[in-house]
């Protein structure tokens, strides 16, 4: 089993709807969890670190499931911009070493 | 404001010849520094991390190897580049604190 799973999508949306996308992971001493977003031949970029509580930034939502081992991200309102592919990121605790998703893609159309 | 800069941008090199990378951080200090590759279509693959000049702790064996000569320089190289090297590599740096990865805009390689 793989440490960190998500599905690949794509998840094809239109413009306004709502989407969500899980992301399991394996080790139950994880500790930090993180979203990224990858646009297509660039970089990843940290879209939101995920708190046990739960955090909303704007039309994201992440919300963390330790008991199931899993985190989530909820996107509200999808804009055509929204279209990337999203990567979740795990960090045992104490640990240097994050373990990254194989991400989902996103393609939001009008 | 940190900063993290990649070079070059974009490198097509013969199979058998040598690599260098190349990542600076700007703005912090004692970051961990990561060089991750991304295969076309694939996640991205951890290669080396370090947590402090010299040291270097390698996660996959391969034909690279990499370097921090200063606090915030961390080089990737490679003695003779094989088909199987080509793809997006990326660096990235974390605070000691903080778990936040910042990644460079990155290099892609081509081996032919």
């Known amino acids: 089993r793989k440490e960190v799973e998500q599905d690949p999508g794509p998840f094809n949306v239109p413009e306004g709807a709502t989407v969500a996308f899980n992301c399991t992971y394996s080790n139950s001493a994880s500790q930090s969890f993180f979203w990224y977003r990858q646009d297509c031949r660039k970089e990843p970029k940290l879209l939101m670190s995920?708190?046990?509580s739960g955090n909303e930034d704007g039309r994201f939502t992440a919300q963390l499931n330790r008991a199931s081992q899993y985190i989530s991200l909820l996107i509200r309102d999808s804009k055509l911009s929204d279209s990337a592919t999203y990567l979740c990121v795990v960090f045992a605790g104490g640990s240097y070493i994050p373990t990254f998703g194989r991400g989902t893609s996103l393609i939001v159309h009008p | 404001s940190q900063t993290i800069h990649q070079w070059p941008a974009t490198l097509v090199q013969p199979v058998g010849s040598p690599l260098s990378l190349e990542c600076t951080v700007e703005g912090t200090s004692n970051p961990n520094l990561y060089w991750y590759r991304q295969a076309a279509g694939r996640g991205l693959q951890l290669l080396f991390y370090s947590v402090g000049i010299g040291q270097i702790s390698s996660e996959v064996p391969q034909n690279l190897s990499a370097s921090r000569p200063q606090d915030r320089q961390f080089i990737l190289s490679s003695k003779k580049l094989l088909l199987s090297d080509s793809g997006f590599y990326l660096c990235?740096?974390?605070?000691?604190?903080?778990?936040?990865?910042?990644f460079g805009p990155g290099t892609r390689l081509t081996v032919l």
């Open positions: 990235a740096w974390t605070s000691g604190s903080w778990n936040e990865q910042f």
């Open positions: 995920v708190y046990s």
